[in-house]
């Protein structure tokens, strides 16, 4: 008796939901017919039929009724192939609008007002996916002037306002094979490409402001950057809903036209996957670990004292210190050297003036403030 009485509830239930979609479906079934599409078929259908029947409904044998005819199914065949592609790509502008996913330009100052209006309301949050993700080589935002300080005051509002984190992932500028890589894809675009390391530095200058103005309100924590060491194949600008998002090519830059999708579509969801692996990869690195260099000082073999967060340039030129503290405790002394990442290396005293212009630039492009006295490293082999 139960089991009659559950397929008895199992029939309603089909029954309703076909009555469901046959109700949902007729106000579809009203816009159709409203197409100009449907009207002007639905005009060339009815001289079709009358071309098809005239020859019919009179006595006359001439041959050019037959053409009539001829040409009124000829016509009736088109028109039902017309309203048939119509329908098709009727339903797929509908499956793209579903989709959300379109191709925009992206605005750098609408993003920017887009952040500083945010509010938290999202399903992501829940999901531990932060609502704010940035995805590049570098980003103008952080270094035109134009967009800087108007890019740091929306992150700054929207922190203090919703209290989230924002994410942003950079290419690492010490990678020298995917920086020269990038460097070459974009000189067909300009010759200014050719210090893309200098670029991010500079992004990365203007994250320590961030940070900075955020540790004064107990909130530098919010704000997290990594650096990728994986080839780069796409950008990503992100403020939940939507997403901006371009794939890299040779020769194009990222700030053209994108395609722009909400974050809860299924490509929404994919990218962000992607976002996901990267900033997890382990071969990706801490901001930190970017900034500051841990320096072992070493003499007669041993290890004679350790400094934590050195800052540091490592370029063609070699690796170049900038402590100090550390400076003045090796100043001088014979038998010291210098160990870095299990590397062993002979230090030389140098100051600012002394510095190659290439090396002097990156250090005021990566550091808000520079001391006068640097140390050059030779490896020993």
Partial sequence: MELNLFKHTSQNQQIKSRKQRFYLNIPK??????????????????????LIISPLLTNHEFDWFNVWQNMGFNLLGAVC?????DIVFCRLKEFDEQQGVKLDCFDKLEFINIIMGAKNFNKLSRNSVAPIRIMEVWTEFLRDNVYKERFAQAILKYIETNNTEIEILLLNPENKDLVDARCLELQAVSSEFNNISERIYINLREIQKIIKKLEDRGKQDKLKVKLYNTSPSLAIYMCDPN??????????????????LPVDSPVGAFINERFEEIWQDTKTISLENCLY??????????????????????????????????????????????????KVYKPNDIAMDDLPDVVKKLFRSKYMNNGELFISLELIK
């Fill in 293 to 342: 260099v841990r320096v072992d000082v070493i003499k007669s073999g041993m290890v004679h004292s350790t400094y934590d967060r050195v800052k540091y340039i490592l370029c063609d030129q070699g690796y170049y210190l900038q402590n100090a503290r550390l400076f003045q405790d090796i100043a001088n002394i014979a038998d010291i050297n210098i160990q870095i990442n299990s």
């Fill in 81 to 85: 192939t017309f309203v048939a592609f």
């Fill in 29 to 50: 079934l009203k816009n159709l017919l409203r197409t100009p599409s449907v009207k002007v078929g639905s005009a060339i259908s009815g001289i079709s039929v009358i």
């Fill in 243 to 260: 997403m901006f998002v371009t794939f890299f090519r040779s020769g194009m830059t990222t700030m053209s036209k994108q395609l722009k």
